[in-house]
């Protein structure tokens, strides 16, 4: 290679690094994290734990489950506030307000859902834009600077003639500068990708209702794919285009309700009476096939999806447990109930949860027992957001507020 190609090369490889480096590797961009796996990067975990936390500040956010999103020093919140939905910027550092956009939201949740009427998807930060779904299934894109409404899906000739007014719950992704969102109503709905900077739609995909799952993207021999749960099944759509490439039926006790985690081309999937499963997806002549590879079916979840370390599975299913990842073998489950859900973060040396009755706990990932280092509160109401780590700080958000809690 002569001079001038070396030096090309090295300045792509060096516009590829600030590229991807336009994300700090402490933030939490989206549903899940950075690569939507649970898994939170820098955070400085103590070597004893104090038996409560420094809260730095509050903020009356609005009600919701919503995960916040971190990006940049800003925390990007979503919540209801009486008829309207409200997406806020904070300062992450202070909590002082830097723009909010609200927009009216007249559909409301009915039946035993009501008891969870605010917002349930998380927002998704990419590119300078963030990405809303409201309850109601309105789609919005905002600039991340200032909060300039820059497109809004609120109508079915926006979404391409789906009917799409329901308790929307899955969170969208960001990919190749397409907003991917699944909507409909009970027994039909579409994933439909709209390109983020116009949103022009670019693809649809319709087939079965929305589950309350949200998608992930795998590559198999160099196919890139989005892998979700419906209503009653595991899908591969590929990105490129939304066509379909492979189907699992799959309809857990009372809704899917948990996202598919994603490793290589192992999928692992849960959800309640239907115990915690592997797939692998292969080639098999112009398409694809998924092979079962094992089912636990003492390990149902309900709504948590489970986080992969160290070729070890960490889950909820009212109790936390653990499970070979190759062999799908149970290797302990927690003696203490619980509640109904817990939001799962492999926080490099602790695995933490937010619980639904407000606690804060902190085990070590150990395949060999559960080890308890800190059970904290964090709240006065139900928490069913994933906790947000960074360094020292620890951002919940609850039924009505974000909190950040540090641990100084």
């Known amino acids: 290679m002569n001079k001038a190609n070396l030096m090309k090369g090295v300045l792509v490889a060096c516009a590829t690094l600030i590229s991807a480096g336009s994300v700090r590797s402490q933030d939490w961009p989206q549903w899940r994290g950075p690569n939507r796996d649970g898994k939170a990067i820098g955070f ?77 998807s998380s927002p998704v930060v990419a590119d300078g834009k963030v990405c809303t779904l409201g309850v109601g299934g309105i789609l919005s894109c905002l600039d991340a600077e200032n909060g300039k409404v820059l497109w809004r899906k609120q109508s079915t000739n926006d979404y391409l003639g789906v009917a799409y007014r ?66 009653k099944s595991v899908i591969g759509l590929r990105l490129a285009d939304g066509k379909l490439l492979w189907q699992v039926p799959f309809e857990a006790a009372q809704g899917n309700n948990t996202t598919p985690l994603v490793d290589g081309q192992t999928v692992y999937y849960t959800g309640q009476g239907k115990g915690l499963l592997a797939m692998k997806i292969e080639p098999q002549g112009d398409g694809f096939a998924p092979t079962q590879l094992w089912t636990n079916s003492a390990l149902g979840g309900r709504f948590t999806t489970p986080i992969l370390k160290d070729g070890l599975l960490f889950g909820f299913t009212g109790r936390f447990f653990c499970a070979d990842a190759k062999t799908g073998e149970t290797l302990w489950t927690d003696t203490t109930g619980r509640g109904a859900s817990a939001a799962l ?13 407000s606690g804060l706990i902190a085990f070590k990932p150990s395949g060999k027992e559960y080890a308890e280092l800190a059970h904290i509160n964090v709240s006065d109401s139900e928490v069913w957001a994933h906790p947000i780590v960074a360094g020292k700080q620890i951002f919940v958000r609850d039924h009505d507020n974000v909190t950040l809690w540090t641990l100084e």
């Open 166 to 231: 329901s308790d929307s719950s899955m969170s969208p992704i960001v990919v190749d500068g397409r907003c991917i969102v699944h909507i409909g109503v009970k027994g039909a709905g579409a994933i439909l990708a709209f390109d983020l900077a116009s949103g022009e739609a670019k693809w649809k995909w319709e087939g079965e209702g929305p589950a309350s799952s949200s998608p992930v993207v795998m590559t198999v021999q160099g196919t890139r794919q989005l892998v979700t749960l419906t209503a």
């Open 345 to 357: 973060v492999d926080a490099g040396s602790v695995i933490l949860a937010s619980t639904q009755n």
């Open 44 to 120: 400085a975990a103590p070597e004893t734990w104090p038996q409560q936390l420094k809260q730095q500040w509050k903020v009356a956010i609005g009600v919701g489950d919503s995960t916040p999103a971190l990006v940049g020093g800003k925390l990007y919140a979503f919540g209801r506030q009486e008829t309207d939905e409200v997406i806020l910027c904070l300062d992450a550092a202070s909590g002082k307000k830097v723009w909010e956009e609200r927009y009216p939201a007249q559909y409301v949740v009915t039946g035993p859902p009501a008891r969870h009427p605010g917002t349930r």
